[in-house]
């Protein structure tokens, strides 16, 4: 975790497009419906946009969202489930609103988002539950 951390602050040359290679390899080999560890575990940022589209989507009052499932996330970014396992988690672990889900649901665990090299700390805490996280950090501390 502190290799990771220390790498997040400096500028290597290519480590953004190797990484964003290797998310494309490990998610060629992993199933997330069988897995559904994040949304168990973790759970996304709701923000205003995403409540905005959920509630359009299931027909519910944002109002009401919000006092139902939300929470503040405590660092001001936006809003974090009340409770976990995720409530729009299905049995099987499909998602139930997945067509409206949130961007952090969609772009999680950021292993192909633009700037991941400085957020290489937040991904070694990722890797506690996500193994494709896990696989992606393996393979970095292995390079670099
Ligand atoms: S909204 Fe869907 S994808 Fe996001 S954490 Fe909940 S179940 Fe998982
Ligand atoms: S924890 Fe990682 S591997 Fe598991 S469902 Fe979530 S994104 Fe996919």
Same mark, same amino acid.
């Given at each position: 975790?502190? /290799?990771?951390?220390?790498?997040?602050?400096?500028?290597?040359?290519?480590?953004?497009?190797?990484?964003?290679?290797?998310?494309?390899?490990v998610?060629?080999?992993i199933?997330c419906?069988?897995c559904?560890l994040c #949304?168990?575990n973790m759970?996304?940022?709701?923000? %205003?946009?995403?409540? /905005?589209?959920?509630?359009?989507?299931?027909?519910?009052?944002?109002?009401?969202?919000?006092?139902? $499932?939300?929470?503040?996330?405590?660092?001001?970014?936006?809003?974090?489930?009340?409770?976990?396992?995720?409530?729009?988690?299905?049995?099987? %672990?499909? #998602? @139930?609103? $997945?067509?409206?889900?949130?961007? @952090?649901?969609?772009?999680f665990p950021?292993t %192909? @988002?633009?700037?991941?090299?400085?957020?290489?700390?937040?991904l070694?805490l990722d890797s506690l539950y996500c193994p494709a996280a896990f696989m992606i950090c393996?393979?970095?501390?292995?390079? $670099?």
């Open positions: 975790m502190k /290799k990771l951390r220390l790498l997040s602050k400096r500028n290597i040359p290519g480590i953004e497009r190797q990484i964003h290679a290797w998310h494309e390899e998610f060629g080999t199933d419906t069988a559904g #949304c168990r759970g996304p940022i709701f923000r %205003n946009t995403d409540v /905005k589209h959920i509630c359009a989507a299931i027909g519910a009052d944002p109002k009401r969202f919000h006092e139902d $499932y939300l929470q503040q996330d405590p660092d001001g970014v936006g809003f974090m489930l009340r409770e976990l396992p995720c409530p729009f988690q299905n049995a099987d %672990n499909t #998602c @139930s609103i $997945y067509d409206v889900r949130t961007l @952090s649901c969609v772009n950021h %192909n @988002s633009v700037n991941i090299r400085r957020k290489l700390g937040g070694a393996e393979k970095i501390m292995e390079t $670099y």
